[in-house]
């Protein structure tokens, strides 16, 4: 479709059914058009830093990385992060193993965390490429890998959510849990990316 | 398929050796095709959950399910597999899709 400001764009299909649902949600009392802006604007609240400064937490404080690991959801709750029904698992990235999150079925993402998941993690492709061919689609994320480094590939089926755990960069003795949490991006949380200190 | 039979308590352990079913029924079924009839060994249990394949179907998801993580030699899941030899699938999987 051609963008040209100040034209009319009709609605897409799915637009349209969005907007049919929620108004009907609305006319029979079901949700308040209140609470619907009220749950948008909680979602998009909600942003890797969260996942971020729990990552950045586990890189300073050894005990609690332990405790995320042994159990992702109590850890989040000690930072006083609100998970709801999020079942957390802390997968670490180690010199040997690398991790990478998918969902091949639909699109499960520790949204509590990372906020709303980008295009590229829906699509087709990265949903069936990253089972069978990981070490390919990291690299075409410009991630390359040794030979050496084995690959642990999370394929989030059901009812846990995953989140990456990467590797504290080797250059950043002493910095701040906030300059740290500053380098840990989205991406290196899913595993298609590592925190790079400069 | 009926799984008012399975039991809500885990059958597996950590490190057991388990298959998926090859099965093939119609519905909202969160074990993925390109799985089913491999064997890998448990990772962990997660916990019990309603089973999705009920609560699809606006039922009570009772009797719940275990669900474990399986992890699978990538070798043994796609022929042909480039890579290192030791990398990892690792996927949840419902107590009864599991033998």
């Known amino acids: ?59 300073t404080d050894p005990g609690f990385k332990a405790r995320l690991l042994a159990d992702g959801t109590l850890g989040c709750i000690e930072l006083g992060i609100e998970v709801a029904a999020l079942k957390l698992v802390v997968v670490e990235n180690t010199p040997d193993v690398h991790n990478v999150v998918v969902c091949t079925l639909c699109s499960c993402y520790p949204r509590m965390l990372l906020g709303i998941p980008p295009e590229w993690y829906k699509s087709r492709n990265y949903r069936s490429r990253t089972v069978r061919e990981p070490r390919e689609v990291l690299s075409e994320f410009g991630l390359q890998l040794n030979e050496q480094m084995k690959i642990r590939v999370h394929d989030s089926t059901a009812d846990m959510r995953y989140l990456v755990l990467p590797m504290r960069p080797a250059e ?27 | 398929m009926k799984s008012g039979s399975a039991p809500d308590f885990p059958r597996f352990k950590p490190g057991d050796v388990v298959r998926v079913r090859k099965a093939y029924p119609l519905g909202h079924i969160r074990t993925p095709f390109y799985i089913r009839g491999h064997s890998g060994v448990i990772e962990r249990i997660c916990g019990t959950f309603g089973n999705p394949e009920e609560l699809a179907q606006q039922r009570s998801g009772e009797p ?4 474990y993580r399986v992890r699978f030699q990538q070798k043994d899941v796609w022929p042909g597999y480039k890579g290192n030899p030791g990398d990892v699938l690792e996927v949840e999987i419902f107590q009864h899709w599991l033998e």
């Open chain 1, 1 to 59: 479709m051609k963008e040209e400001s100040g034209n009319y764009q009709p609605y897409s299909y799915f637009q349209l059914m969005e907007v049919s649902l929620r108004e009907l949600l609305v006319e029979k009392g079901i949700v308040t058009d209140a609470q619907v802006a009220e749950e948008v604007e909680a979602m998009r609240k909600r942003t890797p830093a969260v996942g971020a400064g729990v990552v950045a937490k586990a890189w």
């Open chain 1, 172 to 198: 950043t003795d002493g910095w701040s849990e906030e300059r740290l949490a500053s380098i840990v991006t989205r991406d290196c949380m899913i595993g298609v990316a590592v925190p790079k200190s400069h």
């Open chain 2, 64 to 67: 719940k399910q275990p669900l």
